[in-house]
């Protein structure tokens, strides 16, 4: 049974802890948006499209209890009005993803046209926000099972070495189950790849500073029984140097694709491109269509959310290893105190580094004018 971050029956919304994760599995309550806020804002559920699920659902489940004890006005028009506010509100909760605000962009829209319906009242609008915020988890599972199948794809056809039977792979930070509603994005290609029988193994950095890639996907690797080893981001050259370790690509998810393909992700993935581009190395995105931002022209225009310096300065981690429910956490220093920090939580890799952009619906590679176009990608698409 493979990782579950998000459990919504349509009634209740409960998320697995990423805040305890590698050393505990506790799932905790979300039941209105300001709790929605504060897990995403706390990291307690993270990854890009992850983040969006839970705002909008977190939503959902307040709106079903209102409904539920009568709570809600008659007035469409003053549930959407309810409604935009909690968008506008969860949008705030970190800034650099773009799914959230492209969900929350939907989500209004959806209100908008109800309103406009003349037999709208406040409680089918709430309703219709519960259905459509079910469709949404449904979709994004279905939406990471196909990125990993044509990113699977496109490697063996475009990265395997010749002579070789299985690759090996580098991915950076956390794009398994536990970044999305299931499967994950650059992780579902590699699961993809597992299930072919075509992957020999999987490396994942550590990403520092805050470990997603240690914590998270390490975690998710062995808990799903493929073949995986950690390195720490300062081993990447090293690895891709090393004849033995034959790297084939590096597939890392994205927050926010811009109009031009650059790329904001977790900080470490601009250096992880500069690496591949040395040694020859494909280097790609795996992404739902949300995360493209085609109202972003380029990287320059990507607000990178900058974290606290304790991230950095201090580590922390269970005294105890393995897992037990009386875990007693410490924080340790890592770092000589006083010291300046700077903390980027992400930052843009150029789209001149990137040699594919893996969508649900096909690779997207640069035109002959070494440009991506993603008009394509978006024709018939609702939004
Ligand atoms: O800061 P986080 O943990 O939310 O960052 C997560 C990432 O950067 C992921 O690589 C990204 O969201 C990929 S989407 C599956």
């Given at each position: 049974?493979?990782?579950?971050?998000?459990?919504?029956?349509?009634?209740?919304?409960?998320?697995?802890?990423?805040?305890?994760?590698?050393?505990?599995?506790?799932?905790?309550?979300?039941?209105?948006?300001?709790?929605?806020?504060?897990?995403?804002?706390?990291?307690?559920?993270?990854?890009?499209?992850?983040?969006?699920?839970?705002?909008?659902?977190?939503?959902?489940?307040?709106?079903?209890?209102?409904?539920?004890?009568?709570?809600?006005?008659?007035?469409?028009?003053?549930?959407?009005?309810?409604?935009?506010?909690?968008?506008?509100?969860?949008?705030?909760?970190?800034?650099?993803?773009?799914?959230?605000?492209?969900?929350?962009?939907?989500?209004?829209?959806?209100?908008?046209?109800?309103?406009?319906?003349?037999?709208?009242?406040?409680?089918?609008?709430?309703?219709?926000?519960?259905?459509?915020?079910?469709?949404?988890?449904?979709?994004?599972?279905?939406?990471?099972?196909?990125?990993?199948?044509?990113?699977?794809?496109?490697?063996?056809?475009?990265?395997?070495?010749?002579?070789?039977?299985?690759?090996?792979?580098?991915?950076?930070?956390?794009?398994?189950?536990?970044?999305?509603?299931?499967?994950?994005?650059?992780?579902?290609?590699?699961?993809?790849?597992?299930?072919?029988?075509?992957?020999?193994?999987?490396?994942?950095?550590?990403?520092?500073?805050?470990?997603?890639?240690?914590?998270?996907?390490?975690?998710?690797?062995?808990?799903?029984?493929?073949?995986?080893?950690?390195?720490?981001?300062?081993?990447?050259?090293?690895?891709?140097?090393?004849?033995?370790?034959?790297?084939?690509?590096?597939?890392?998810?994205?927050?926010?694709?811009?109009?031009?393909?650059?790329?904001?992700?977790?900080?470490?993935?601009?250096?992880?491109?500069?690496?591949?581009?040395?040694?020859?190395?494909?280097?790609?995105?795996?992404?739902?269509r949300?995360?493209i931002?085609?109202?972003?022209?380029?990287?320059?225009?990507?607000?990178?959310?900058?974290?606290?310096?304790?991230?950095?300065?201090?580590?922390?981690?269970?005294?105890?290893?393995?897992?037990?429910?009386?875990?007693?956490?410490?924080?340790?220093?890592?770092?000589?105190?006083?010291?300046?920090?700077?903390?980027?939580?992400?930052?843009?890799?150029?789209?001149?580094?990137?040699?594919?952009i893996?969508t649900e619906v096909g690779v997207v590679?640069?035109?002959?004018?070494?440009?991506f176009h993603f008009d394509d990608i978006f024709a018939g698409a609702?939004?």
């Amino acid at each position: 049974m493979s990782l579950q971050a998000i459990k919504y029956d349509g009634k209740d919304l409960l998320i697995l802890d990423q805040l305890k994760l590698p050393y505990v599995e506790e799932y905790v309550p979300v039941r209105n948006a300001q709790e929605g806020w504060h897990v995403i804002k706390e990291m307690r559920v993270r990854g890009a499209p992850a983040i969006a699920i839970v705002a909008i659902l977190s939503l959902a489940v307040e709106l079903r209890s209102l409904l539920l004890y009568n709570r809600l006005s008659n007035s469409a028009e003053e549930v959407g009005v309810f409604i935009k506010e909690k968008l506008q509100y969860l949008v705030t909760s970190r800034p650099t993803a773009v799914n959230l605000a492209d969900a929350a962009r939907k989500f209004e829209r959806i209100v908008d046209e109800h309103i406009r319906e003349e037999t709208a009242t406040g409680q089918t609008l709430a309703e219709l926000f519960l259905r459509e915020a079910g469709k949404m988890l449904a979709s994004d599972l279905k939406d990471n099972q196909n990125i990993g199948a044509h990113g699977a794809k496109w490697i063996l056809e475009h990265a395997r070495r010749p002579g070789q039977d299985k690759i090996n792979v580098l991915t950076h930070c956390n794009t398994g189950s536990l970044a999305t509603s299931g499967y994950g994005t650059a992780l579902g290609v590699i699961r993809s790849l597992h299930s072919n029988g075509a992957l020999s193994r999987a490396y994942c950095t550590e990403t520092r500073p805050y470990n997603q890639g240690a914590r998270l996907t390490a975690f998710e690797l062995v808990h799903d029984k493929i073949p995986a080893t950690l390195i720490t981001d300062s081993m990447a050259a090293a690895l891709l140097a090393d004849p033995k370790a034959s790297i084939s690509a590096i597939i890392v998810g994205a927050d926010r694709v811009a109009a031009n393909g650059d790329t904001a992700n977790k900080i470490g993935t601009y250096g992880l491109a500069v690496l591949a581009k040395h040694h020859g190395v494909k280097f790609l995105v795996a992404a739902p269509r949300t995360t493209i931002d085609r109202g972003t022209k380029s990287g320059e225009d990507i607000v990178i959310e900058q974290r606290p310096a304790v991230e950095v300065t201090k580590i922390r981690g269970p005294v105890d290893s393995g897992i037990s429910n009386g875990l007693s956490m410490e924080t340790i220093r890592v770092a000589a105190p006083g010291i300046d920090v700077w903390n980027p939580a992400f930052d843009v890799t150029p789209a001149s580094l990137i040699d594919g952009i893996i969508t649900e619906v096909g690779v997207v590679e640069k035109g002959p004018d070494g440009i991506f176009h993603f008009d394509d990608i978006f024709a018939g698409a609702s939004s």
